[in-house]
């Protein structure tokens, strides 16, 4: 049997990117163990700074890709994420998914108020930016 399969407009043109390797507690289900605070530093001062993320999302929109879903350990507690976001969104047809465990965004007003301006920048009526939240780590 044939079953005919319909691909939606940004079927493979999407891109998972794994922002940083820390987080800041154990959601269910979550494939990350816990970090000692020591290790987080470690990983932390590793990292890829935002304008190396820049070239890395310029090349991967030169290549086709238009949906960006940031993820990670978790992605809001990397500093600069609010910069990515923006670099990604700057293309008029790019969209960003993050999957958070909401715990940064509920808590840091800054970050909460950065992350929904660049999110909210008007898009398409066919596709948006958005946010998704795990609510299992919330308290």
Not at 34 to 47: D, L, M, W
Not at 94 to 105: E, N, Q, R
Not at 108 to 124: D, Y
Request: hydrophobic content about 35%; overall charge positive; aromatic content about 10%.
């Amino acid at each position: 049997m044939n079953i005919p399969i319909k691909r939606g407009a940004l079927w493979g043109k999407q891109v998972q990117i794994f922002i940083t390797d820390t987080c800041n507690l154990n959601c269910d289900g979550c494939p990350y163990p816990f970090i000692p605070k020591e290790r987080q530093n470690e990983i932390r001062s590793q990292e890829l700074k935002p304008e190396k993320w820049k070239e890395i999302t310029d090349y991967l929109y030169r290549q086709g890709i238009r949906l960006f879903c940031l993820i990670g350990g978790e992605p809001a507690s990397y500093f600069g994420l609010d910069e990515i976001i923006k670099n990604i969104t700057d293309y008029p047809d790019s969209f960003v998914l993050l999957s958070t465990s909401g715990i940064h965004p509920l808590y840091n007003l800054i970050l909460r108020k950065k992350l929904a301006q660049v999110l909210s920048r008007p898009r398409s009526n066919k596709f948006k930016n958005g946010i998704a939240i795990s609510f299992d780590a919330i308290p």
